[in-house]
């Protein structure tokens, strides 16, 4: 299994405004001196601070320093985001943790939203992707991210993706971290997991996994998730 890293911490907007469909994503997002984007955290949510795991590619870390972006939107797009902070740390700080990233709002009339605690009732998915040899790539990006089945029966709203864990990868499987706010799940509503090994412009999909049915009351054993070759 590949050698992974892991930044913990959590991300603390100053407001969490109700969207007209589902709830604002938190996001971090880690990157190179040279700006590559090496792995990347999301999450809606309903309250602030979001606790946060993101485990990186040691192979990736050849820099002494990373910068890690943390932003707040509601929609796609760089109006939709709400709040925003950077931060450029050394890995060995990055990976001592917790690290605690208080996002500032932008100037664009920020509402009058109070702010709900940490609930303890944020589920924790924790899980490990491999990729059999035949499929492993030199350069690619692994995405798990657990969706919402919308009622026409598809996943492509905004608001269907609930929580996200995107690598960087050169080797041959990692773990990942899911949280998610059970508030921002729809009642009745089924929910998957998607995992996926994109190449580094998202347009061709290598290998790929699903969990349909996902029961967050009493999660699955996701400990050994086998990507297989796509169907054409």
């Known amino acids: 299994m590949t050698k992974t890293l892991e930044i913990t911490g959590t991300l603390s907007a100053p407001f969490i405004p109700q969207l ?44 002494a320093e990373v910068t890690l972006e943390a932003l707040c939107t509601a929609g796609v797009g760089a109006e939709a ?22 996002l500032e709002a932008l100037d664009r009339g920020t509402p009058d939203v ?30 798990v991210t657990l969706l919402v089945i919308q009622e026409d029966g598809y996943s492509n709203r905004y608001s269907s993706n609930l ?13 990942f971290t899911l949280f998610i706010d059970p508030a921002t799940v729809p009642d009745g509503r089924q929910v998957k997991l998607n995992i996926g090994l994109y190449d580094l412009e998202r347009k061709t999909i290598f290998a790929g996994n699903s969990v349909k049915d996902v029961d967050l009351s009493a999660p699955p054993d996701l400990s050994m998730l086998i990507l297989r070759k796509p169907r054409r």
């Open 20 to 63: 007209s469909e589902g709830w604002p994503r938190l996001t971090l997002r880690v990157s190179s001196t040279a700006g590559q984007t090496l792995g990347t955290f999301s999450a809606q949510t309903t309250v602030s601070p979001m606790p946060f795991r993101l485990y990186l590619d040691s192979q990736n870390l050849e820099d």
């Open 81 to 102: 985001v709400l709040a925003r902070t950077t931060r450029t740390t050394s890995i060995a700080d990055a990976i001592s943790g917790p690290l605690d990233l208080s």
């Open 163 to 175: 929580a996200e864990h995107s690598l960087l990868l050169n080797g041959d499987g990692a773990p």
């Open 114 to 143: 109070k702010i709900r605690s940490v609930s303890p009732s944020i589920i924790e998915l924790n899980g490990e992707v491999i990729i059999p040899p035949e499929l492993r790539q030199e350069a690619a990006i692994l995405d």
